[in-house]
């Protein structure tokens, strides 16, 4: 079983900044690929980054050169660090990752880009 709680979502202007976290439970953090998600009003939940246990990264196009995920091995932490931030970035945000064949969760963090 694994456990993940994401903070750091709230209310930013277009072009600010929000850095979300993700903890995870466990000793094994250092073997999971882990992921960013999010889901917007009305529509369906996409992949917006993932990094895997060796750093290696990937970004959907939307967000590349805006955003930065990374991890902390000793702190069992994926961040997923935002800048330049759109109003089309306005989503609920979710920390995924997969293990033993199961996919595990957070509880979702929600981030609103308006002015």
């Known amino acids: 079983q694994v456990q993940l709680v994401e903070s750091g979502g709230g209310l930013v202007q277009p072009g600010g900044s929000l850095r979300l976290s993700c903890a995870a439970s466990?000793?094994?953090?250092?073997?999971?690929?882990m992921a960013w998600y999010r889901q917007a009003p009305g529509k369906q939940r996409e992949l917006v980054a993932d990094i895997t246990s060796g750093g290696n990264t990937n970004y959907v196009s939307s967000v590349k050169g805006r955003f930065t995920i990374s991890r902390d091995n000793a702190k069992n932490t994926v961040y997923l660090q935002m800048d330049s931030l759109k109003p089309e970035d306005t989503a609920v945000y979710y920390c995924k990752t997969q293990w033993s064949g199961r996919n595990y969760w957070g509880q979702g963090t929600q981030v609103t880009v308006s002015s």
């Open positions: 466990g000793s094994l953090f250092r073997l999971y690929a």
